[in-house]
């Protein structure tokens, strides 16, 4: 299950933290338009699932105020793909969710925003 596959979340799992995160697995490489447009409609996918319910159906400990939508890329971003991070930061964010990416699970901690 990877970026190529809208259907599905390719990763759920709580953290220590008590968190939810719902991850995205990106092998893609930047520097490609259409890496940018399948990546958006995951993100739309993921916040559908969110806005509808179906989170809480698939991971009963999920809670709004614990949601995290990650991405785990296998290749650093260039200038577009990190564009197009902080703009999905942002959307996401301001709907209560909090949104990280990175080159993997363990440095994530170091690349994510919170909400306020």
């Not at 490489?29 to 447009?37: A, N, R, T, V």
Request: proline share 4%.
């Amino acid at each position: 299950m990877t970026v190529e596959d809208p259907t599905v979340i390719d990763m759920a799992h709580v953290g220590a933290d008590g968190k939810v995160y719902l991850s995205i697995m990106d092998g893609w490489p930047w520097g490609d338009l259409e890496h940018i447009q399948l990546l958006q409609k995951k993100i739309n996918i993921y916040l559908g699932i969110i806005e509808d319910g179906q989170v809480y159906d698939k991971v009963p400990e999920a809670r709004r105020d614990k949601l995290v939508i990650q991405v785990i890329y296998a290749h650093e971003p260039d200038e577009l793909g990190r564009e197009f991070l902080d703009h999905a930061e942002k959307v996401i964010t301001a709907e209560g969710i909090v949104f990280g990416h990175s080159t993997s699970v363990l440095d994530y901690e170091s690349n994510r925003s919170e909400t306020p």
